[in-house]
């Protein structure tokens, strides 16, 4: 079912090369193998240098390893991003409504178009929340979406992240990684930029301040720290955006106002983009025994005297569970059919389903409703006999922690493998800013990569890499072939040239 | 700047500045054992480094007596000894690592590349006649870093509280090294014992070729105490590295409009002691009491800065 059928990004189903590839094919085939390959060497090089690390826990080795990078971008003509990008903002508006909603009025739930129990006995829906609108009705500020494709028009949503998406400084890092190693390439394309995606991010939190706010908002973002495999992400985008990384000890409640300690005394904090999750926020709301938070947050937060990015309890809009009613959000709020559609996903939890999924776990793949990262899941072809049998005994158990979907043929794109160049699985995620005035995207997101043949989990955890994702300016490809008239003296600056990368 | 931020880097420069110091104090000592066995109790050098290196408690609880191996073993890896050289550089790293966008590249770099080095250490490269080369590399790596913060950083607070670390360290190594042979420089004799001594006391801050050029004349322990207490030419000297705590702390008052503790007073009062201070009072004071007062008031001094700076 998955693997020969796939839809090739690059060479379509009928072997033709598709025209937003036209250049990359010509590239491919005029590069040797072994240019290709030291090149590899040396994006490698480049990213251990930089320090892009990504920790991986509980599997020895290296605490900071290196996400592999595959010099194959992966392409999008306009008309392509142009479908998704209205289809994106689309459901991203009617998350933030659906939060709104549950969150306050429940008439969605009043009129029965989602099961109540679903949201509000979940257990990531969060009491705190009840009757408390955040600035500007915003939830969701940062989104990751997740999307797969099955054919030339053929796009799905496989997953949303509300939470705390990450992977935005690999699609920032990829693309400066090309231009570095690939500069003549780039010029022959006209490249959708990436590069101000740190500046609409602090756009969209300056915006997220409490109205109380005045001046200009004081922005910080809170990590958890060093050990988590994010870390590196979240001081390059404190760095490009100018703003303090914090911990928790870093910042302190007083009188219901957020404080940072600094050396030159307290000083007042108005918009915290969070990157540690909703338990952890503040030991008097959460998890007492948090360390990673800030007692009496919540209460100040409640105050209007500071801003989340994203809200907490924004999980129970991504829980796996919820997200079969997605499209019915988008119906109930928008009043709009879904651009993107759903892939088919059953739930366990329902007898008649169950069933369906337990008669067919050779095809389909099951996932923990509340798992993320690739683990604890099930691609049933691809499974032995034990491990389906032992699937269907955990379902049986716990039938409401799992869900499943069809094994779909993922899209595939050209990356370099050890014996040359072959097709592999892709993904891609890109992120939404949401605010009150708008939505803005940047054109692109990440495309993860299953390098092992076959495989089609394309999680950094579970061994997959990232492509550079170009999302190109027109449908036709900018110079044809020719190489770029100027010549490559001194004179030239570094960088990407007409390219705009 | 936030507190966390300017505590890493303040650490980062202090244990950086440690394993230079331990390794050049070792190198010293190696150098002594191999001259002073037959004019000295065999373990008297390694005795006095290890007080010089303020472990000496921690290193008698678990090695029997100060052999060579041991205290090598004890100053360069036993992950039990915050002070030793590969703790130290990791400690470094470590702070580094959370205060990364703090940093330049090319620090980040002369940390990371040193500490990726001495992870894949073969235990023989610190052993026998390999010692003195490794100890060389050790001070190369921190003159690198200290080279790059030196040349990429912009002069601004992050850079004030790096360099605030180095020569707050630097003040505290160079008078517990002098404490530590006071006795020899002090007693007035000038037999061959103490003469090895003094070079000793030079070389284990960089000072031998130095005193030459300043004095042009033959060791003399007055001189010599007079080098690293008063002479503000010599950079490690206890008056050069006070005039910069001092110039460092004012800078970051400055930038902050003004805004002073008792970091600043306590800084100032240290300096003018040196700056206006006579060598016949230190020696009438006795060299011991004197150093022993510069290196609890320097210990005091680093309270303050945390207080006020990082706790507050």
């Given at each position: ?11 379509g ?47 020895g ?14 392409i ?7 479908v ?26 009043r ?55 990450s ?13 570095r ?24 939190l ?11 908002p ?36 007083q ?25 952890y ?11 990673l938070?800030v ?16 809200a ?14 997605v ?5 109930f ?71 499943a ?48 043949e ?27 072939s ?5 010549s490559?003296s ?12 | ?63 029997p007596?100060?052999?060579q ?14 002070s ?9 790293r ?14 980040w ?7 990726n ?8 490269a ?16 921190v ?11 912009l ?28 006795h020899?420089l002090?007693s ?13 006391a ?111």
């Amino acid at each position: 079912m998955a693997g020969s059928a796939a839809f090739d990004e690059m060479n379509g189903l009928d072997g033709d090369v598709r025209g937003p590839y036209a250049e990359i094919a010509r590239w491919l085939r005029a590069t040797p193998r072994e240019q290709l390959y030291r090149k590899r060497e040396e994006a490698e090089l480049l990213f251990r240098r930089i320090g892009i690390t990504f920790a991986v826990y509980g599997e020895g080795g290296d605490p900071e390893r290196l996400i592999p990078f595959d010099l194959i971008p992966r392409i999008l003509a306009r008309s392509e991003w142009e479908v998704l990008s209205r289809g994106l903002t689309q459901r991203v508006r009617a998350l933030n409504a659906f939060l709104a909603d549950v969150y306050g009025a429940r008439e969605i739930l009043r009129a029965g178009r989602i099961p109540a129990k679903l949201v509000t006995g979940n257990e990531l829906y969060r009491e705190q929340m009840n009757g408390f609108t955040p600035p500007g009705g915003i939830y969701t500020h940062v989104c990751g979406i997740d999307l797969v494709r099955t054919g030339p028009e053929q796009f799905h949503v496989l997953e949303d992240n509300c939470r705390t998406p990450s992977g935005v400084s690999y699609m920032l890092e990829n693309r400066e990684a090309m231009v570095r190693l690939l500069p003549r390439l780039c010029a022959r394309h006209r490249i959708a930029s990436v590069s101000r995606y740190p500046e609409e991010l602090l756009t969209t939190l300056k915006s997220a301040a409490p109205s109380a706010c005045k001046g200009v908002p004081t922005v910080v973002l809170l990590t958890p720290g060093p050990f988590n495999s994010a870390y590196y992400e979240h001081c390059f985008l404190a760095d490009e955006m100018g703003v303090e990384v914090v911990e928790g000890a870093d910042l302190f409640v007083q009188d219901r106002v957020v404080f940072m300690r600094t050396t030159a005394g307290p000083k007042r904090v108005d918009v915290i983009y969070r990157r540690i999750d909703d338990e952890y926020l503040d030991p008097e709301c959460f998890l007492p025994e948090s360390m990673l938070g800030v007692p009496g947050l919540m209460a100040a937060y409640r105050a209007g005297h500071v801003a989340l990015a994203n809200a907490p309890g924004c999980g129970v809009a991504d829980d796996k569970a919820i997200y079969p009613y997605v499209p019915e959000m988008i119906r109930f709020y928008l009043a709009e059919e879904p651009l993107i559609p759903n892939v088919d996903t059953y739930l366990c939890e329902r007898e008649e389903e169950r069933k369906y999924v337990l008669a067919h776990l050779d095809s389909l793949v099951v996932k923990l409703a509340k798992g993320s990262g690739g683990y604890g899941m099930l691609v049933g072809p691809h499974a032995t006999r034990d491990m389906r049998e032992e699937f269907r005994a955990r379902i049986l158990a716990r039938p409401a922690d799992y869900i499943a979907q069809p094994t779909l043929a993922l899209s595939t794109c050209p990356t370099v493998a050890e014996q040359g160049i072959a097709p592999r699985h892709v993904d891609l995620r890109p992120f939404v800013l949401a605010s009150a005035d708008g939505i803005r995207i940047v054109p692109g997101g990440l495309t993860r990569v299953a390098l092992r043949e076959g495989s089609l989990v394309v999680n950094s955890s579970q061994g997959g890499g990232t492509k550079d994702t170009w999302v190109l300016e027109d449908d036709l490809v900018a110079a044809v072939s020719a190489e770029p008239v100027r010549s490559q003296s001194q004179s030239q600056s570094q960088g990407g040239g007409p390219g705009g990368c | 700047m936030l507190s966390r931020t300017a505590e890493s880097l303040f650490w980062l420069a202090r244990y950086t500045e440690r394993a230079g110091n331990v390794a050049r104090g070792l190198g010293v000592a190696i150098r002594m054992a191999g001259v002073a066995t037959r004019l000295n109790g065999e373990d008297a050098e390694w005795r006095s480094l290890l007080t010089a290196t303020g472990g000496d408690a921690g290193f008698y609880r678990k090695y029997p007596a100060p052999t060579q191996d041991a205290v090598v073993q004890w100053l360069v890896h036993d992950p039990d000894h915050p002070s030793g050289i590969l703790p130290c550089f990791e400690a470094a790293r470590r702070n580094a690592r959370a205060v990364r966008t703090a940093l330049t590249v090319d620090m980040w770099e002369a940390l990371n590349d040193s500490w990726n080095h001495l992870r894949a250490l073969p235990p023989e490269a610190t052993e026998g006649e390999r010692l003195p080369d490794f100890l060389g590399w050790v001070r190369e790596r921190v003159m690198l870093f200290n080279g790059a913060a030196q040349d990429t950083m912009l002069r601004e607070e992050a850079w004030r509280f790096v360099h605030l670390g180095t020569m707050l360290e630097r003040a505290d190594n160079t008078a517990r090294l002098l404490d530590v042979r006071h006795h020899l420089l002090t007693s007035g004799g000038e037999g061959g014992v103490d003469y090895v001594h003094w070079q000793a006391a030079l070389r284990s801050v960089s000072a031998l070729r130095a005193y030459h050029w300043v004095y042009h004349d033959r060791l003399d322990p007055r001189r010599i105490v007079e080098l690293l207490t008063l002479r503000p030419e010599l950079p490690r000297s206890l008056i050069a590295c006070y005039a910069a705590v001092v110039e460092l702390l004012d800078g970051i008052a400055l930038a902050q409009g003004g805004r002073r503790g008792e970091c600043h007073r306590l800084a100032g009062e240290i300096h003018a002691r040196l700056r206006f201070g006579r060598l016949d009072a230190i020696f009438e004071q006795g060299l011991h009491e004197f150093l022993t007062h510069i290196i609890t008031r320097t210990a005091e001094l680093g309270g303050e800065i945390e207080r006020f700076y990082i706790r507050a």
